[in-house]
């Protein structure tokens, strides 16, 4: 055994115990830093592993938190949307009961062109038509009247457009003491302006046989 040594690549230390020459195995530099590169190497893919977990984790969190918010925002707004408009239509009802056709005036655009659809006559097409033909139509031949809208009031808005639709129920005593009760469909095409919501076109109508 003294005269054979084991030569091996990654290197040997020779120790002579009791006389004898023995061989113990020893890493080379090169084989240890391979070794070292080895570890370091999994060691960092353990810890890119782990961070990209943590940022998959934080966009995921992130998408679900902005999808929260979205969402709430999306509410809340309708239900300010919804409550602007009840306002709106309910005044708007409010204007028309009195009789009087400059009361209603503050929820129209003035421009000339805008169509207006009413029960009778068929259209208008500017609020001065609209003022001085309902003024002639109804108010002048009308001792008391009231137009309710129902609770049915749907709003659809997209920026500064908006749509409602909702049933109302027009109630007239004529001078001539006849009664007249209506059931009618409304529909609202509102536009925000600076003074605030306008009426650009609307349509109003009764169902065939007056129900």
Request: net charge neutral.
């Amino acid at each position: 055994m003294g005269g054979t040594r084991l030569f091996l690549q990654i290197g040997t230390i020779r120790h002579r115990v009791f006389g004898t020459e023995v061989d113990f195995l020893t890493p080379n530099a090169g084989e240890f830093s391979r070794r070292t590169e080895m570890v370091l190497y999994i060691e960092n893919g353990n810890a890119r592993s782990g961070e990209r977990w943590r940022w998959l984790l934080y966009v995921a969190l992130a998408l679900a938190g902005g999808l929260l918010t979205f969402v709430g925002a999306r509410a809340q707004q309708k239900a300010t949307d919804d409550a602007t408009f009840r306002r709106l239509i309910d005044g708007y009802c409010a204007a028309w009961s009195t009789g009087n056709a400059d009361n209603p005036a503050k929820f129209y655009a003035k421009e000339d062109g805008l169509v207006f659809y009413d029960v009778a006559p068929f259209s208008y097409h500017s609020w001065r038509e609209y003022h001085e033909g309902v003024k002639a139509a109804i108010f002048d031949n009308m001792e008391s009247g009231s137009l309710t809208a129902g609770k049915d009031l749907k709003v659809r808005r997209h920026g500064t457009i908006a749509w409602t639709t909702v049933s109302m129920h027009l109630s007239e005593k004529t001078k001539d003491s006849k009664a007249v009760e209506i059931d009618v469909r409304y529909t609202g095409i509102w536009e925000k302006r600076p003074t605030g919501w306008l009426l650009v076109h609307e349509h109003m109508s009764a169902p065939l046989g007056g129900s």
